[in-house]
């Protein structure tokens, strides 16, 4: 169950750390007043939850309590949601990987589980979903972006499905990783909801993929990583930004090397993440800086802190 508003009136007032973390971003996102608040100039800053909390088994079940009171407690006002915590606050059952050396009995397992789990999702009720997202608002956090998993593989009715649900929760976009054969289908369903799709790409991706599928649908959009585009491409993801900043959705924004890969704290590499969020705050683009927090944590420190060590890092970059 999600919180009260009660609870979250506790939890906006004295739970984690930020103010001793960085007493300034406390100071910043007005942490005593009760809300988070980590719009900064005009350029609002989110956090992919739960992903960028770490441990990726332990962040498939992570709860939307947990994601909730790690955003408040770091003064994050935006996310981007996976849609695993939610589907799990809507008791919905989580389908059994049945993998290339499955057995007969596993493979008819994971299917009658994958067909209970449609069954659920083109019947499941909206008022549930307007009850996890109203807990979230209370709280002053914004769920902006619904990022799903396996997408291009959702017969029809759940597509729809998937769209309904993220506007129900109040997103203004939809994310999935990027595969170009299929954003002509997926597009359709983008227009058909009016609802945009950033596809988020790799290393491996060229502004020339994000322009075919733009080509196939209004509503067919961008999430553009700062940090594999710099290393991929081999050049600054500035000009991409300044002509397609339109069907751009939101960032994830990291700091690589762009000689080796290499992951770091903001500001210990080369990715161009400065010039990045001033561009989008001297433009007043609409453009979510998410934060996609994936290098090691550092001996000594924990991942919350890192997280609010990129927060601060955002907060000083945008307020001078």
Request: overall charge positive.
């Given at each position: 169950?999600?919180?009260?508003?009660?609870?979250?009136?506790?939890?906006?007032?004295?739970?984690?750390?930020?103010?001793?973390?960085?007493?300034?971003?406390?100071?910043?996102?007005?942490?005593?007043?009760?809300?988070?608040?980590?719009?900064?100039?005009?350029?609002?800053?989110?956090?992919?939850?739960?992903?960028?909390?770490?441990?990726?088994?332990?962040?498939?079940?992570?709860?939307?309590?947990?994601?909730?009171?790690?955003?408040?407690?770091?003064?994050?006002?935006?996310?981007?949601?996976?849609?695993?915590?939610?589907?799990?606050?809507?008791?919905?059952?989580?389908?059994?990987?049945?993998?290339?050396?499955?057995?007969?009995?596993?493979?008819?397992?994971?299917?009658?589980?994958?067909?209970?789990?449609?069954?659920?999702?083109?019947?499941?009720?909206?008022?549930?979903?307007?009850?996890?997202?109203?807990?979230?608002?209370?709280?002053?956090?914004?769920?902006?972006?619904?990022?799903?998993?396996?997408?291009?593989?959702?017969?029809?009715?759940?597509?729809?499905?998937?769209?309904?649900?993220?506007?129900?929760?109040?997103?203004?976009?939809?994310?999935?990783?990027?595969?170009?054969?299929?954003?002509?289908?997926?597009?359709?369903?983008?227009?058909?909801?009016?609802?945009?799709?950033?596809?988020?790409?790799?290393?491996?991706?060229?502004?020339?993929?994000w322009e075919q599928a733009f080509s196939y649908a209004k509503f067919n959009g961008c999430n553009l990583?700062?940090?594999?585009?710099?290393?991929?491409?081999?050049?600054?993801?500035?000009?991409?930004?300044?002509?397609?900043?339109?069907?751009?959705?939101?960032?994830?924004?990291?700091?690589?090397?762009?000689?080796?890969?290499?992951?770091?704290?903001?500001?210990?590499?080369?990715?161009?993440?400065?010039?990045?969020?001033?561009?989008?705050?001297?433009?007043?683009?609409?453009?979510?800086?998410?934060?996609?927090?994936?290098?090691?944590?550092?001996?000594?420190?924990?991942?919350?802190?890192?997280?609010?060590?990129?927060?601060?890092?955002?907060?000083?970059?945008?307020?001078?």
């Amino acid at each position: 169950m999600l919180y009260s508003r009660r609870d979250v009136g506790k939890l906006a007032l004295g739970a984690l750390p930020v103010a001793r973390l960085w007493p300034d971003t406390a100071e910043a996102v007005g942490f005593q007043a009760g809300k988070p608040n980590s719009n900064f100039a005009g350029v609002q800053v989110g956090l992919n939850v739960p992903y960028s909390f770490g441990n990726e088994n332990k962040q498939a079940s992570m709860s939307g309590d947990d994601i909730l009171k790690h955003c408040v407690a770091l003064g994050l006002s935006a996310v981007e949601l996976r849609s695993q915590p939610v589907e799990a606050f809507l008791g919905f059952p989580s389908v059994p990987n049945a993998g290339r050396n499955a057995t007969p009995e596993q493979l008819a397992a994971a299917k009658a589980a994958g067909e209970d789990l449609r069954k659920r999702r083109v019947s499941a009720s909206m008022d549930q979903v307007r009850a996890f997202r109203r807990t979230f608002e209370n709280a002053g956090v914004k769920i902006e972006i619904v990022k799903y998993d396996g997408i291009f593989n959702f017969a029809d009715d759940v597509t729809d499905y998937a769209f309904t649900l993220a506007k129900t929760l109040g997103a203004r976009a939809i994310s999935c990783e990027i595969n170009v054969d299929n954003t002509k289908r997926l597009g359709q369903f983008a227009d058909k909801h009016q609802l945009m799709v950033g596809y988020h790409g790799h290393a491996s991706t060229t502004p020339a993929h994000w322009e075919q599928a733009f080509s196939y649908a209004k509503f067919n959009g961008c999430n553009l990583d700062i940090g594999h585009f710099w290393v991929g491409n081999k050049t600054s993801p500035v000009p991409f930004l300044e002509k397609h900043h339109a069907r751009i959705t939101h960032l994830h924004v990291k700091d690589r090397k762009q000689s080796d890969g290499t992951d770091t704290r903001l500001g210990e590499a080369d990715t161009p993440v400065v010039e990045v969020l001033r561009l989008i705050r001297d433009r007043k683009w609409p453009i979510q800086a998410t934060l996609e927090i994936e290098y090691a944590t550092p001996q000594g420190s924990t991942r919350l802190a890192e997280i609010g060590r990129a927060v601060e890092f955002c907060r000083k970059t945008l307020l001078s």
